[in-house]
DNA sequence: TCCTTATGGACATATAATATCCTTAAAGGA
DNA sequence: TCCTTTAAGGATATTATATGTCCATAAGGA
């Protein structure tokens, strides 16, 4: 069981987006060479992220995508479950329904019991993402990462947003 | 991202396991047919709780599985790590290493933030898991499923043990 | 009109999950 | 000793998912 890469390249696009002048777009081309990822294929998530309504997007020179709303709306999970879809990972096949002792007619009032032990723990897991915004991880960024870095990638995006 | 149905069916084989007569084995044919999948693959699965030491094996007439220690002290952790192997669903493959604004020099103190992030939530996750015993399962279970239906299918598995 | 860009579909490839088969060796019973 | 039963593990096949590329289309800006 792994994350698609792609949710990786969606949290980086979603914090350079959010260090955006107001109102400007960063295209995909900028957003792939920034990362070193496949353009196509960012693309992709980046439609993703569209679509889930956490960026807009525009066409044209000087289009590309932006946050569709401040970054302190937009939650980690927001954009794991907008790239991997927001179902459970845990999917429970009703296994309990294959055993021979039991009568067809049985009748199950709840949910099997290690499908919602697991989905529980899912639920642990959703939380954290959701109590973490792309503001916060914004914050954290600028409180390490060195401020030479910061300020280059600022003027480097500046350009081409 | 999704869970291998085998941890699904591993959980289900444990609670089984866990009911069985002290010293006996239930096989892998028995435990396939009383959950309805394929023999072959389950046994890959059995065979994985087998090496991460989980359950004790045995050959011949009468062989197959039993549980390696207490059910309380096996967690779904441990079922779970077992099958899917221990390692993060959260893959960092250091995308900020390719931001060309980077000196090839820069050496990172921490690990990323996104990858921090989002291995705090599986933590939490994984502690959700951890503090699931197939003991407190087969508890559940009991509590849960009709008496007759827990007579019938240990009268089964009696049979086959 | 021309260039740039996102969108979406089609397609190709790689990797992982699911499933089956077969050989080997060990345990138990006849 | 011989035979049956069983787990172990390797080989292989099949299917699904993830990754990656390409192209046609439509829309925005110069």
Redesign the pocket.
Known sequence: ??L???VEWALHCCSILAGLPDGR?????SLAQLHG?????L??A??AL??AGLVL?????????RLARAASGITFWDVVSAI?GPGPAFVCTEIRRNNPCRPKSTCDAKACIVARVMWEAEDAWREKLRGMTIAKLVDQVVEEVPADLMEATAVWVGERS
Chains 1, 2 share one sequence.
Do not use: F, H, I, R
């Open positions: 069981m792994q698609k890469n792609q777009y960063l295209d995909t081309k990822v496949p353009k196509e294929y693309s992709k980046l439609q569209a679509k997007s525009t066409l044209g020179p000087s289009g590309g995508y991997e």
